[in-house]
């Protein structure tokens, strides 16, 4: 039998514990079962706190439209602007995924752009849908675990239609950048997907992974993390430099919250 001395002694607490100031002593943490939390964890871990969320658009199989038509990289036309409500020293919200499949094609998108950016203002200015509540079915945002509802850190989660920002300020960073078709225009049905912090690891394409003609193209994109603390903004944009309308999309994003 084993020495009293030698058994570590873990906290059972599958739920998100109370973050401590910087530098302060912790106790080592497990779940229920004894089994040590470890960075990285997985999105079942993440979603067990009841701190990983994802937010579409309502209706499956439709589509919401966002500017008319972005011929270049507007700062004040986003097609989707979140911003962290926490006060300092509260949750970040860690970007996960997003993916967006083309329900109406623009015109003459040749070369669509998506671009990221995250601010340390709150960036956001009119309109746009509203989906910064938890609304299971409706416009808005969905917690993973029923058993352990959370509300995310999101005090604004704006998307499409004439959804506005203000000018970029000194601190704007634009740290995701990505061209689906670099050649051709895009092709309904068409699906992209952004995987933040992914760059390095296999996989670049899935599905048809089709890039040119007119063939229907499932494509993903390994791409930098980012991380929206406290008081910043995370804005997504596409644009293209020769289109005449803009682009319809069926969306999908997911985040976690520590």
């Given at each position: 039998?084993?020495?009293?001395?030698?058994?570590?002694?873990?906290?059972?607490?599958?739920?998100?514990?109370?973050?401590?100031?910087?530098?302060?002593?912790?106790?080592?943490?497990?779940?229920?079962y004894?089994?040590?939390?470890?960075?990285?964890?997985?999105?079942?871990?993440?979603?067990?706190e009841?701190y990983?969320?994802?937010?579409?658009?309502?209706?499956?199989?439709?589509?919401?439209?966002?500017?008319?038509?972005?011929?270049?990289?507007?700062?004040?036309?986003?097609?989707?602007?979140?911003?962290?409500?926490?006060?300092?020293?509260?949750?970040?919200?860690?970007?996960?995924?997003?993916?967006?499949?083309?329900?109406t094609?623009?015109?003459a998108?040749?070369g669509?752009?998506?671009?990221?950016?995250?601010?340390?203002?709150?960036?956001y200015?009119?309109?746009?849908?509203?989906?910064s509540a938890?609304?299971?079915q409706a416009?808005?945002?969905?917690?993973?675990?029923?058993?352990r509802?959370?509300?995310?850190?999101?005090?604004?989660?704006?998307?499409?239609?004439?959804?506005?920002?203000?000018?970029?300020?000194?601190?704007?960073?634009?740290?995701?950048?990505?061209v689906?078709?670099?050649?051709?225009?895009?092709?309904?049905?068409?699906?992209?997907?952004?995987?933040?912090?992914?760059?390095?690891?296999?996989?670049?394409?899935?599905?048809?992974?089709?890039?040119?003609?007119?063939t229907?193209?499932?494509?993903?994109?390994?791409?930098?993390?980012?991380?929206?603390?406290?008081?910043?903004?995370?804005?997504?944009?596409?644009?293209?430099?020769?289109?005449?309308?803009?682009?319809?999309?069926?969306?999908?994003?997911?985040?976690w919250?520590?």
């Open positions: 039998m084993a020495d009293q001395k030698d058994i570590v002694a873990l906290r059972g607490s599958e739920a998100l514990p109370q973050k401590v100031s910087d530098g302060s002593a912790v106790g080592q943490r497990g779940d229920g004894g089994v040590p939390y470890t960075i990285p964890r997985s999105r079942y871990q993440l979603a067990e009841g990983y969320f994802i937010c579409k658009n309502a209706t499956p199989g439709t589509g919401v439209i966002g500017h008319a038509a972005p011929t270049t990289f507007d700062q004040a036309k986003p097609y989707i602007v979140g911003y962290n409500g926490q006060a300092s020293g509260g949750r970040n919200i860690y970007l996960d995924y997003l993916k967006l499949t083309l329900v094609a623009s015109v998108d040749v669509m752009r998506i671009n990221v950016v995250v601010e340390g203002v709150n960036r200015s009119a309109n746009g849908a509203d989906y938890k609304a299971g416009a808005g945002y969905v917690d993973m675990n029923p058993l509802p959370q509300t995310s850190a999101h005090s604004i989660l704006r998307i499409g239609g004439t959804c506005a920002a203000t000018a970029a300020g000194a601190t704007a960073r634009t740290l995701v950048s990505v689906p078709r670099p050649t051709i225009l895009s092709v309904v049905g068409d699906t992209y997907l952004l995987k933040f912090g992914a760059v390095g690891e296999m996989g670049l394409q899935y599905g048809g992974n089709v890039i040119e003609g007119t229907l193209a499932n494509l993903a994109f390994p791409v930098a993390p980012v991380i929206v603390p406290p008081g910043h903004s995370w804005l997504v944009h596409t644009w293209g430099a020769s289109q005449s309308t803009g682009h319809t999309w069926e969306f999908e994003f997911g985040w919250e520590r």
